[in-house]
């Protein structure tokens, strides 16, 4: 299972046409703060950030080969994923920092920030996140997304 995951775009649109045709995905995830509709933001899931404000689920969930995925947009304290975990989830996704990050955990838990698309905080490119799912491991690659810059 291939998912795109993105996140903080925070009104930018031209740059879902370009991706989604650039990177075939079995999902498209934004992890909030994008600033669009629904209907905008199709083919991606969306979950609400700090800044939407439309109607947008706090939480999302997906079945995947390796255990369920939870993405949210604010940053999961240990105790959320303690809690999630006793649920079946494995793999957690969150927004908000505009910060790329990356953890596996011995426990079998993966956790992953995508970065900004548009306004990235550590330094680096824009980036966005890709993730190849089977029932033994979550590969990642964090992916430049060059075409915003000057």
Same mark, same amino acid.
């Given at each position: 299972?291939?998912?795109?995951?993105?996140?903080?775009?925070?009104? %930018?649109?031209? /740059?879902?046409?370009?991706?989604?045709?650039?990177?075939?995905a079995?999902?498209?995830?934004?992890?909030g @703060?994008?600033?669009?509709?629904?209907?905008?933001?199709?083919? /991606?899931h969306?979950?609400? *950030? %700090?800044?939407?404000?439309?109607? +947008?689920? &706090?939480?999302?969930?997906?079945?995947?080969?390796? *255990?369920?995925?939870?993405?949210? +947009?604010h940053?999961?304290?240990?105790? @959320?994923?303690?809690?999630?975990?006793?649920?079946?989830?494995?793999?957690?996704?969150?927004?908000?920092?505009h910060?790329? +990050?990356?953890?596996?955990?011995?426990?079998?838990?993966?956790i992953f %920030?995508?970065?900004?698309?548009?306004?990235?905080?550590?330094?680096?490119?824009?980036?966005?996140?890709?993730?190849?799912?089977?029932?033994?491991?979550v590969?990642h690659? /964090?992916?430049?997304?060059? @075409?915003? &810059?000057?």
């Amino acid at each position: 299972m291939r998912i795109l995951v993105i996140s903080d775009t925070h009104g %930018n649109t031209e /740059f879902l046409p370009k991706l989604v045709e650039r990177e075939k995905a079995d999902l498209y995830l934004h992890a909030g @703060d994008s600033g669009l509709t629904e209907r905008d933001l199709r083919p /991606f899931h969306t979950v609400k *950030g %700090n800044c939407d404000y439309y109607k +947008h689920d &706090v939480n999302y969930t997906e079945y995947t080969p390796y *255990g369920k995925l939870i993405m949210r +947009h604010h940053p999961f304290t240990e105790s @959320d994923i303690e809690r999630y975990k006793k649920m079946g989830y494995k793999i957690f996704i969150y927004g908000h920092t505009h910060q790329r +990050h990356f953890e596996k955990r011995e426990d079998g838990i993966d956790i992953f %920030n995508p970065g900004s698309l548009y306004y990235p905080r550590d330094g680096l490119y824009p980036c966005y996140l890709i993730l190849d799912i089977d029932e033994k491991e979550v590969k990642h690659e /964090f992916r430049m997304y060059l @075409d915003n &810059v000057k």
